[in-house]
């Protein structure tokens, strides 16, 4: 199995930044690849970013230019660089693993809250 940890979230003005971070134990020798998600109040979950362990990068269109996904190099990290924020980037963002056919392992969820 495999386990994950977020951290990162809170309160941040329009225009600011925030890093999230989560940490894979357990069987992480399995995971193909590592990401972030986010489900904001009433809308279904949705794709930010996603690594692979070869570096394939992937970003939604609405946070491309702002958003950046990097991972350490035991590739058991991965974190969420998060600039010029926005108010609809409010949501509980959440830390997925996957091999590649299935997922893995869901993080609990951390709140990222835009707002003046």
């Known amino acids: 199995q495999v386990q994950l940890v977020e951290s990162g979230g809170g309160l941040v003005q329009p225009g600011g930044s925030l890093r999230l971070s989560c940490a894979a134990s357990?069987?992480?020798?399995?995971?193909?690849?590592m990401g972030w998600y986010r489900q904001a109040p009433g809308k279904q979950r949705e794709l930010v970013a996603d690594i692979t362990t070869s570096g394939i990068i992937n970003y939604a269109d609405s946070v491309k230019g702002r958003f950046t996904i990097s991972r350490d190099n035991a590739k058991t990290t991965v974190y969420l660089q998060m600039n010029s924020l926005k108010s609809e980037d409010t949501a509980v963002y959440y830390c997925n693993a996957r091999s590649p056919y299935v997922v893995l392992s869901w993080g609990q969820g951390t709140l990222v809250t835009v707002s003046s």
């Open positions: 357990g069987s992480s020798f399995s995971i193909y690849a």
